[in-house]
Nanobody
Framework: QVQLVESGGGLVQAGGSLRISCAASGPTLSSYAMGWFRQAPRKEREFVASITWFGGRTSYADSVKGRFTISRDNAKNTVYLQMNSLNSEDTAVYYC????????????WGQGTQVTVSS
């Protein structure tokens, strides 16, 4: 069974940067796109960014445009989220997910990694 494993979360000061990773393990993951989502305390999970495996087409939430960059390494089956100019509102558990078919839901999820921004 394919598993998505996030890593790289931690504590960072406001204005700082952090890069989190999502690696697929197990059988080869065949998916259309990968996405990052986040959930802050007492808030609903929200979309952050996505990228297609082929073509590398990206999409971002307005709240992170210009600050976050999503990228992928097809050979390593790994997706990254580079986060710059972090602020306290970015504090959340960050999840990666796979959209295994075009137009379908994100149906494989990682366990999440905590990102905490201190002010």
């Amino acid at each position: 069974q394919v598993q998505l494993v996030e890593s790289g979360g931690g504590l960072v000061q406001a204005g700082g940067s952090l890069r989190i990773s999502c690696a697929a393990s197990g059988p080869t993951l065949s998916s259309y796109a990968m996405g990052w989502f986040r959930q802050a305390p007492r808030k609903e999970r929200e979309f952050v960014a996505s990228i297609t495996w082929f073509g590398g087409r990206t999409s971002y939430a307005d709240s992170v445009k210009g600050r976050f960059t999503i990228s992928r390494d097809n050979a390593k089956n790994t997706v990254y989220l580079q986060m710059n100019s972090l602020n306290s509102e970015d504090t959340a558990v960050y999840y990666c997910a796979a959209q295994t078919r075009y137009g379908g839901p994100y149906d494989i999820w990682g366990q999440g990694t905590q990102v905490t921004v201190s002010s």
